[in-house]
Each structure stands twice: as C-alpha cells, then as structure tokens.
C-alpha cells in the first residue's frame, strides 16, 4: 500500500516532454477522428505539459466550441492509460488558437 502512494506520488509530479506528447495527439486522431460541428471538424494542434501538481496539459484547438465532452473525456482517458495517470488528477486547459487576418499578418512574401 505504501508504496502505491509513493508511485502515485511520483506520477503527480512527473513531466512529459512535449515532443511525446505531440506524437501522443497524432495517434489519438488516427484512433478516432475529432467531431465536426456544422461542417467544420475540430483539430488538435498541439499539446503540452505546463505544470505538475496536479499534472497540467494545454491542448491547442482551432476551436474550443468545436470539441465535445465525450472527446474531452476520450483524450484524458488515453492519457491516463499511455502515462500511468491512473488516479491522478489532470488538469486539460483547451486553448484555442486565434486565427490572424491576412492583413495583420503584414506584407505577403509573394
């Protein structure tokens, strides 16, 4: 028993290098494709770990309105498997990346 608390323990502050966690994304979409809400299909661009204690994760998305709570729950379960998280809490911010105009991006190099 003790000592399934102090793996547990150092499973909590353990860090994810964001370069496994980007190839962790691109197999979660090979297993089962982000939902598509009217027309437009969510896509996850890139994850990374920025805090332990509980373990946090950033997941950047084209859209936060696009992803739905079975999805959500269907990344933080393959997370939990592929990492040992198991009874760890994680903490998965969804930060959606805002799409620069064309204009403010400043002169086009063509």
Excluded: C, W
């Amino acid at each position: 028993m003790l000592t399934e608390t102090i793996a547990l323990g150092d499973r909590r502050i353990a860090r994810i290098p964001t370069p496994e966690l980007n190839r962790f994304v691109g197999e979660l979409v090979q297993m089962r494709q982000p939902p598509a809400k009217q027309g437009h299909r969510l896509k996850l661009l890139y994850l990374a770990q920025i805090g332990t204690r509980p373990p946090r994760f950033a997941l950047q998305v084209n859209s936060r309105a696009r992803i739905t709570r079975d999805y959500a729950y269907f990344i933080e379960n393959q997370m939990r498997a592929r990492y040992g998280l198991d009874g760890v809490p994680i903490v998965l911010d969804l930060v959606e990346r805002k799409q620069q105009r064309r204009s403010e991006r400043g002169p086009s190099l063509r």
